[in-house]
Nanobody
């Protein structure tokens, strides 16, 4: 069974850094679109960053602070988060499009999700 498992969340002070990891189990996603989304309490899930076969894309709110990367040898996607702000507080999810390498910013395009990891940024 294919699964995505996130880790690396936690509590950090504003201005700090965290690195989230998303390990795929049961299948290797060499070129499938992979993305990170987040959901804060009372808000809709929003796109944060993604990686497709030919490009990466970031939400304006995280551009220049977050970096998505992939290590196919480890079946892992990372989200390096720096200069964190209290408004980055959310549950972060990784997701993949099982049958497409086209990057989308819409959550409906992704058909496999991890369980989420909490990121809390204190002011």
């Amino acid at each position: 069974q294919v699964q995505l498992v996130e880790s690396g969340g936690g509590l950090v002070q504003a201005g700090g850094s965290l690195r989230l990891s998303c390990v795929t189990a049961g299948r290797t996603f060499y070129t499938n679109a992979m993305a990170w989304f987040r959901q804060a309490p009372g808000k809709e899930r929003e796109f944060v960053a993604g990686s497709g076969s030919a490009a990466t894309h970031y939400a304006d709110s995280v551009k220049g602070r977050f970096t998505i990367s992939r290590d196919n040898a480890k079946n892992t996607v990372y989200l390096q988060m720096s200069s964190l702000k209290p408004e980055d507080t959310a549950v972060y999810f990784c997701a993949t499009r099982l049958y497409s390498d086209y990057l989308s910013t819409g959550s409906d395009a992704y058909n496999l999700w991890g369980q989420g990891t909490q990121v809390t940024v204190s002011s």
